[in-house]
């Protein structure tokens, strides 16, 4: 099969290799109808995700249609049209039976690796590097989905992939992180990165009751959407200062929320800016964490920080009085997908949203590699790119 592989920093190939199989009797053949490049498939691409290597099959945000199942697979049949959420989670452990399906006990084959880095191990994830389980990804024409019974949402009605696609990661992703943020009646939410799961956010934040939604980013057409689409008051990070500028909107209280979706390749500005890049790039600290100083300043006393920003290691410089003595409360995570799709589809049928809003490239997987490059430098535009095997 043809599938967007791993070859180093900045190079994703378009590759032949061998078509997955079924190894487990709980596991089913996915054929892919679409499959989408996510904001942490550029880590991988930028290079800061250890434990890749050389060939592994990229993306984890697929749907496709049931070609083959295990033997012990009860819930699909072939022909069954489904969206496979990224994290691969076993349904029975006491981490899945609690709900926390990305912290699954036991879907990391890499368990190790990732324990002497963690202490403990979260779930494996689709084509996200061995310490998470070295499973091939969905950026391919075949995907195999372990734990096929408990992944997978089934999408009976017709609607069209580009609607239904983003079950997989980004709208719960976005959902999540809103509701983390503790959001109340009437609060003002902020959130840093009008990237694909920031403009998610947004849309969530309203949902659970924001009385107004602030967005940060620089990229124009990114802050458009979040003005346009998503009805947000916008802060061009690179023209205005945010500290001063959310001091100003909210009377010198700070949003009672603030959203990190931005996460590790955050762009600093300032000395500060560079001193990170520098420390990164030696090796000193694994993550720029610009826009986690930045919300725990400019949240709002006894507010609450969510961050589904990804982080990779350690951080440096973080401000770390400044959330004990405002008593801020942080939640974050990679994403319990399991526990959203069946309500998000819900909101997607009746019509609440219809999350295609955020394609800007639909294009067949042969041109993955220009479509990372693309999306990575923010160029043409280019918010979220759907691949076609
Ligand atoms: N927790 C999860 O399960 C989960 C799932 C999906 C994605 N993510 C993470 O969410 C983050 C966003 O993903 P995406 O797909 O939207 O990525 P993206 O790269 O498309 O968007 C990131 C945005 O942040 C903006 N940005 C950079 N520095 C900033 C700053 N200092 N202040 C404000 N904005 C800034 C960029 O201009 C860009 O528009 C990534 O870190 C990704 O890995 C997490
Ligand atoms: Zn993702
Ligand atoms: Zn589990």
Redesign the pocket.
């Known amino acids: 099969m043809r599938a967007l592989c791993w070859h180093g920093e900045g190079d994703v190939r378009v590759d032949t290799v061998p078509d997955p199989e079924i190894v487990n009797p709980h596991d089913a053949i996915i054929e892919i109808t679409a499959t989408a490049i996510?904001?942490?498939?550029?880590?991988l691409y930028d290079g800061y995700v250890p434990t890749m290597q050389e060939g592994d099959v990229l993306g984890h945000e697929p749907m496709g249609e049931v070609v083959e199942v295990g033997s012990a697979v009860e819930n699909l049949q072939e022909g069954d049209r489904v969206v496979v959420p990224?994290?691969i989670s076993c349904g029975s452990c006491w981490f899945c039976e609690e709900d926390l399906y990305?912290l699954c006990d036991n879907s990391n084959p890499n368990a190790e690796i990732a324990r002497k880095m963690m202490g403990q191990s979260p779930a494996g994830l689709f084509g996200y590097s061995h310490m998470m389980g070295g499973y091939a990804g969905g950026q391919a024409e075949y995907l195999r989905v372990p734990y096929a019974d408990v992944g997978p949402v089934k999408i009976d009605s017709d609607l069209p992939d580009e609607q239904v696609l983003f079950l997989s990661?980004?709208f719960?992703?976005g959902y999540?992180?809103a509701e983390n943020a503790d959001i109340e009646e009437g609060d003002t939410v902020a959130v840093?990165?009008?990237?694909?799961?920031?403009?998610f956010a947004i849309q969530s934040a309203w949902m659970l009751g924001a009385g107004r939604v602030v967005a940060?980013?620089?990229?124009p057409e990114?802050l458009q959407m979040a003005r346009e689409h998503g009805d947000a008051e916008t802060i061009d990070?690179e023209e205005e200062d945010?500290y001063d500028r959310l001091m100003a909107m909210t009377g010198g209280r700070g949003p009672d929320r603030c959203i990190?979706?931005?996460?590790?390749?955050?762009?600093?500005?300032g000395v500060t800016g560079v001193v990170d890049k520098v420390k990164q790039e030696m090796h000193l600290e694994a993550d720029r964490p610009?826009?986690l100083r930045?919300a725990i300043r400019c949240c709002r006393k006894g507010g609450t920080l969510s961050?589904?920003?990804?982080?990779l290691g350690h951080v440096d410089d973080l401000p770390f009085g400044s959330l004990m003595n405002k008593a801020l409360t942080v939640k974050?995570?990679?994403?319990h997908?399991q526990r959203y799709l069946d309500p998000l589809l819900e909101r997607i049928e009746d019509g609440d949203i219809d999350p295609s809003f955020v394609v800007t490239h639909q294009e067949p997987l042969e041109n993955g590699p220009e479509m990372y490059e693309t999306?990575?430098d923010?160029e043409d535009g280019c918010?979220?790119v759907v691949l076609t095997p």
């Open positions: 996510c904001g942490s498939d550029l880590h990224f994290t990305s990661d980004i719960p992703t999540m992180a840093w990165g009008c990237g694909p799961v920031g403009q940060i980013d620089r990229v990114r990070f945010v990190d979706a931005v996460g590790t390749e955050a762009h600093g500005t610009h826009v930045q961050v589904p920003g990804v982080y974050t995570g990679q994403t997908v999306f990575r923010k918010i979220k």
